[in-house]
């Protein structure tokens, strides 16, 4: 089962926030830790808790995957609907529109917070994908989450 974290953290400038990680393969978790390497092991797209809750209110689904695509980037993207249309998580966070793409500034793809994310140009995109969300039955609620305790910190 995919367990979506939340976890609290620290940034450089001392201020705590919440992230959400959502697992984006069926890999078991056996132990939590405060500390996961995102290198080994399942992979999560990490999200701020924010951001999380507007594209859960949007209505996408809850099972995000990654887009391995031969020559392309694996980057963590969602269903839309029935009409099998796939988008990026990243252009659904920064709300991207046509002909605008998404980079990642940190290399880091899986990393889908807000700062991490920069809106450029692109002629390619031919599309705002917010419009295509279709509301998912099956994902109507959050069927697993898991909070760290406040003590504890998430390192990236």
């Not at 991207?96 to 998404?102: D, I, L, N, R, T």
């Not at 980079?103 to 031919?126: E, F, K, Q, W």
Request: aromatic content about 6%.
């Amino acid at each position: 089962m995919r367990v979506i974290r939340i976890v609290t953290t620290r940034n450089k400038d001392g201020v705590w926030s919440k992230l959400v990680l959502v697992p984006l393969d069926d890999t078991e978790v056996i132990e939590f830790k405060p500390y996961i390497d995102t290198t080994k092991g399942p992979k999560y797209c990490i999200v701020e808790e924010r951001n999380f809750r507007t594209l859960m209110d949007l209505g996408i689904r809850q099972r995000w995957g990654l887009r391995l695509k031969k020559g392309c980037i694996p980057k963590p993207q969602v269903f839309l609907g029935k009409d099998s249309k796939m988008s990026e998580i990243c252009r659904l966070i920064m709300d991207a529109g046509p002909e605008q793409s998404v980079l990642s500034i940190n290399g880091n793809h899986l990393d889908c917070r807000r700062s991490n994310l920069a809106v450029g140009y692109s002629p390619i995109a031919t599309r705002r994908d917010r419009d295509l969300i279709q509301q998912g039955k099956l994902d109507a609620k959050v069927r697993a989450v898991f909070h760290d305790e406040p003590h504890r910190q998430f390192m990236l």
